[in-house]
């Protein structure tokens, strides 16, 4: 039997680009010889035209599956209902404006093929976008992946194919604030990269508003990092150990030379900044283990058993 390949897709008010986006997709998927494949797009919530469209293709084409929200919930979670659905040996996110190359879907297949679990797509390049836009995503995926306790690989978005067993693992989280890749880097799994120029969005504007750029940075800072927490904690011992010293200092100050009573005013507020921030911390560290228990990841995966 012919492995399937579930190629999922996200759409936003994608009329101008959507037409030929599926000629493009379906193109490429059809030339992978030896794969029967579905293509799933999940509508989250067009307000254009685009449902009228993807009712027209799903009309011609059996293989087309459509799923539509009742208002925009946000790409990841557009990208999750397509998880949820997908019947495939393997499934491919991409999206729909063609920045990522269908062309590219071959290739990681191919990967896929040769062992790797999940095959990411790393941008060698980004073409036609705003400066302010490469500048902030570069500067974004370094920051990332300094702070995460996970490696989450620079400069790679949601373009990727993952393994049945890695989508099975998906479909068990369902915490609210997703961050696929951080989620994917989470998991573990042999992930292989596979290099691409991202092009221009072929048709239309960004749907990704500054405003939802910057909730997806927040989610993938507060889902994979324990660091803002600690930062108070961290913080805090320094003032209280600064303060601690300054206290030594005017001890040694008051028993010789003597000091302005003002200096003790001073070092008692340093003081106790110093440990309100520790308190913060530590409360900080109770929150962090409250929202491990109610998020319910797995506790382990397991990859493989002989
Ligand atoms: N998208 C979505 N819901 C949203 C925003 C975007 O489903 O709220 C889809 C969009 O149609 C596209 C993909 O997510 O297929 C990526 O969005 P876009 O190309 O606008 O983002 P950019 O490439 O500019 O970061
Ligand atoms: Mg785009």
Not at 258 to 283: E, F, K, R, S, Y
């Amino acid at each position: 039997m012919k492995k399937l390949l579930s190629l999922i897709v996200p759409v936003y008010n994608e009329e101008e680009v959507l037409p030929a986006s599926y000629e493009r997709m379906s193109a490429a998927m059809a030339a992978l010889e030896g794969y029967d494949y579905e293509i799933i797009y999940v509508n989250d919530g067009s307000r254009d035209g685009t449902m009228k469209q993807l009712r027209k293709i799903a009309g011609e084409h059996a293989d087309v599956h459509v799923v539509s929200f009742s208002r925009n919930f946000g790409h990841q979670l557009a990208v999750t209902a397509g998880m949820d659905r997908a019947k495939g040996d393997a499934l491919i996110i991409i999206d729909a404006d063609l920045q990522d190359p269908p062309e590219v879907i071959a290739r990681l297949v191919e990967a896929w093929e040769q062992g790797a679990d999940i095959a990411y797509g790393k941008r060698l390049k980004r073409e036609g976008e705003t400066i302010f836009k490469k500048l902030t995503a570069f500067c974004y995926y370094r920051l990332l992946n300094a702070m995460s306790a996970y490696p989450i690989p620079l400069d790679t978005g949601d373009f990727r194919l993952l393994d049945r067993k890695v989508a099975d693992v998906f479909l068990k989280m369902r915490e609210h604030n997703r961050f696929l890749r951080g989620m994917s880097g989470w998991m573990g799994f042999t992930s292989v990269p596979v290099e691409y120029v991202r092009h221009e969005r072929q048709a239309g504007k960004t749907k990704y508003t500054l405003k939802k750029m910057l909730r997806l940075a927040f989610d993938g800072i507060l889902g994979f990092s324990y660091k803002p927490m600690s930062l108070a904690l961290y913080f805090g011992c320094a003032v209280m150990g600064v303060s601690l010293a300054g206290l030594i200092a005017l001890i040694v100050l008051a028993a010789t030379i003597g000091c302005a009573p003002w200096l003790w005013a001073v070092d008692a507020l340093v003081l106790l900044n110093g440990i309100t921030l520790v308190a913060i911390g530590i409360q900080g560290a109770y929150l962090n283990r409250v929202y491990d228990e109610v998020r319910q990841r797995p506790l382990y995966i397991v990859a493989e058993e002989l």
